[in-house]
C-alpha cells in the first residue's frame, strides 16, 4: 500500500524539487500554449501546485486531481478559490466529465500501471481535447554520464531515491511513444525540453553562481529542438 503522503516529501539528503524544474516547466508552457484549447481542463497529479499556478493563467474551470492530500492542501493555498480538487488516483476517479485538456506533468513515471491509467484518462478527453504529458527524459546526457560514473546502473534504472518518491519508470521516446501507442491514443506532436549535460543540483548551483544565465538557457532550449532525445524532458500532446 502506497504512502502518497511520504512520497511526496523531500529526503534530507536530496531535494525533490530544484530551481531548474521551474525553469524547464516555463519552457514546457512555451511549447504547450500555441495547442491549448478552451473548455475545462484537468490536472492529474499537482504535488504542491507549481504546474497549477500556471494553468489556472490560462484555464478559467479546472479541475485537479491529486493522490497526497498533503500536497494538495499546499496546492489550495496557492491558487484561485474556485479551482475543483479530488484527493483520489486517476485509476480511481469517479466522473463522467469530460475534458479539452488533461495534463499529466511529470506524473507519468510515478503510476503503477501507466497503460491502464492512460486508458482510463483517454475515455475522459473530450472528442477533439488534447492530453499533455511531460516526463523526466532517461536518455538525458547528465543521466548517461551517471551511468558511465556508475552512479546509476542504466539509463532507464529507478534509483532509490526515485523510488523513495514514487517513480516506477524513467521513460525515454520509445517507452513513452509505446505507452501512448497501445493506451489506444496517438501522438500528433512531440519534443524535448532544454538540453541537459548537468545534473539538475549541478544546474542549480551553475545558476546560483551566475556561471549560466538566460542566454544559455535559451541556448539549450534551441538546441533540444534539434536534440530532441537528449533534453531534460520530453513531452508528447496526444489526441483520441
Given amino acids: 500500500m502506497r504512502d502518497f503522503n511520504k512520497e511526496a516529501i523531500s529526503l534530507e539528503d536530496k531535494k525533490y524539487n530544484y530551481d531548474f524544474d521551474g525553469i524547464v516547466r516555463d519552457y514546457m508552457m512555451k511549447e504547450f500554449v500555441p495547442f491549448f484549447l478552451d473548455g475545462p481542463a484537468l490536472e492529474i ?11 489556472e493563467k490560462y484555464f478559467p474551470d479546472i479541475t485537479v486531481i491529486e493522490a497526497s492530500s498533503e500536497a494538495m492542501k499546499v496546492t489550495q493555498s496557492r491558487v484561485r478559490k474556485d479551482i475543483k480538487f479530488i484527493n483520489s488516483t486517476i485509476e480511481d476517479l469517479d466522473t463522467t466529465q469530460k475534458f479539452n485538456s488533461i495534463f499529466l506533468i511529470n506524473t507519468l513515471e510515478h503510476l503503477d500501471n501507466a497503460v491502464l491509467a492512460l486508458t482510463k484518462i483517454k475515455s475522459l ?105 537528449f533534453c531534460s524532458s520530453i513531452y508528447s500532446i496526444c489526441t483520441l
Fill in 45 to 55: 497529479g499537482c504535488y504542491e501546485g507549481d504546474s497549477t499556478v500556471v494553468l
Fill in 125 to 229: 478527453l473530450s472528442d477533439h481535447g488534447r492530453l499533455f504529458i511531460v516526463v523526466p527524459n532517461a536518455d538525458a546526457p547528465s543521466r548517461q554520464i551517471a551511468v558511465f560514473m556508475g552512479l546509476i546502473e542504466t539509463n532507464n534504472s529507478v534509483t532509490k531515491p526515485e523510488w523513495v518518491h514514487g517513480h516506477r519508470r524513467t521513460y525515454s521516446f520509445d517507452t513513452l511513444n509505446f505507452d501512448i501507442r497501445v493506451a489506444g491514443l496517438k501522438t500528433f506532436h512531440r519534443g524535448g525540453l532544454l538540453f541537459k549535460g548537468l545534473a539538475n543540483f549541478q544546474m542549480d548551483k551553475a545558476l546560483q553562481a551566475n556561471i549560466i544565465d538566460d542566454k544559455y538557457l535559451d541556448g539549450i532550449y534551441e538546441l533540444g529542438k534539434i536534440y530532441p532525445s
